[in-house]
């Protein structure tokens, strides 16, 4: 048996979907002046809804709360319903630390003693 649903429910419940989710993410990008919500990322791109996403290209920030996870050069993808879709033409992960610029042994000493 199949269900159907009048389109005004349909699109009442497109956009309870998208409130909640948008309610329970922390995810936004940052286009150097201003900030967005996201509402998912993946990983060739991320979405964000409709009515509050702009034409981003070029370089942008994202981040988790205020864990910055992504440097980005992106470009507007397509519409799905209402949802804009962004492709990341190149991504880097930001580290929290300095990368080593050297090797380490992997039976090399922990820490030094002092005499």
Known sequence: ????FSPDVMAGLQKARMKDAMKKNRLR?????????????????????IGRAPNLRGFVDLFDGARH???CLVIR???????????FKRRTV??????????????????FIEK
């Open 77 to 87: 993808s397509e519409i799905d319903n209402d949802v804009m879709i962004y492709e």
């Open 94 to 111: 930001v580290l929290d630390h300095a990368p080593k610029d050297y090797a380490e042994d992997a039976n090399g000493p922990v820490a």
């Open 1 to 4: 048996m199949e269900t159907y």
């Open 69 to 71: 996870l992504l440097q």
């Open 29 to 49: 990008v940052h286009d150097g002046k201003t900030e967005y919500p996201v509402i998912k990322i993946w990983e060739t791109g991320f979405s964000m809804p």
